[in-house]
């Protein structure tokens, strides 16, 4: 937070600051620190400290909601998530929007206006790769009417480039080639029958190694130009399930070179089932809270508080915060 360089407090009298406080994505106790500048040559600087409590709709603050990890036969996959009464009035969640059918969601009076149930139900068919939704939910409170469960699952691809990006460095003096295994779920038997890329300077194709598996190459030309789009490669399949795999550039940061470095045991060939999951952003039947981080205090500016957004506080907060 930046003041206004035209404030005049003349001796002997006094003046109002006012901080603003965005309570959302916050939970238990926020502190502030905002320093004033001032042209006192005996007080160059004077310290303001504010401090809020932000109360929360539900018990543990931000919801989410972890399917874990879904293989491509699996059915309809249901988790429920507890919602009990935060720090303010009483609550009576319901399902706002979700983006899944109706009777994918349900939520059960467990206490009245205490304690809640909410069942979530993802079904096939599966996306090729990591789903995630965001559930509407109102929470049956005035000062806070609505809040969001957000959900993830990892849900094995029916197709994938191993690695599935590639990353270039622009303006080499050489020809870089870049590769990636083109991998296929367990009993999926399809091909790649097409591959282009977005930019003209790079060049893709499609080998065959001597197993029959199939190799996507990328061609960097010596001198490449960075265009003003982040390009792609796109594949294209005979499987009518995922007609079109892309796969995304990105730029590699410059590295200092390096000494030579010990070989690397034979690596083994890439499996999408034996590929371990990314960790869980939460667990079924509990809320998750979302724990800040504390950075250190900027002279002149608002002082960054043990939270990830900034704000402040002063004569109470917006959000669902008091």
Known sequence: MSGRSDRVIKPGQKDDVTITLQSKGRTGTVKRDVTAVTNDPKNRSVRLSCRAEVRNQFKGGSLKMSFGKITRDSGPQTRTITLERGDGSAIKPSVVRSGLPAEATAVREITPGEKYELDVTLSPPWPNGPLTRSLKIKTGMKEAPETE??????????????????????????????????????????????????????????????????????????????????????????????????????????????????????????????????????????????????????????????????????????????
């Open 149 to 322: 469960l957000r959900i993830n699952a990892d849900v094995v691809p029916r197709v994938a480039a191993v690695p599935n990006r590639f990353s270039i460095r622009p303006g080499a003096s050489e020809k870089a080639e870049h590769t990636a295994m083109i991998v296929w779920d367990e009993g999926v038997n399809h091909k790649v029958t097409a591959v282009s890329a977005t930019d003209p300077q790079l060049g893709v194709r499609i080998d065959e190694t001597p197993g029959g598996q199939q190799k996507l190459v990328l061609t960097v030309p010596a001198g490449f130009v960075r265009p003003k789009r982040l390009p792609s490669v796109t594949l294209t399949t005979d499987d009518d399930e995922v007609k079109t795999l892309v796969v995304p550039i990105r730029y590699a940061a410059v590295r200092k070179t390096r000494g030579p470095q010990p070989p690397r045991g034979a690596v083994p060939a890439p499996s999408l089932r034996s590929t371990a999951p990314p960790k869980s952003a939460g667990e079924t039947g509990t809320t998750q809270t979302e724990q800040p981080d504390k950075k250190t205090p900027t002279t002149g500016k608002e002082t960054p508080s043990a939270d990830k957004n900034k704000g402040g506080c002063g004569g109470g907060c917006g959000g669902g915060g008091k």
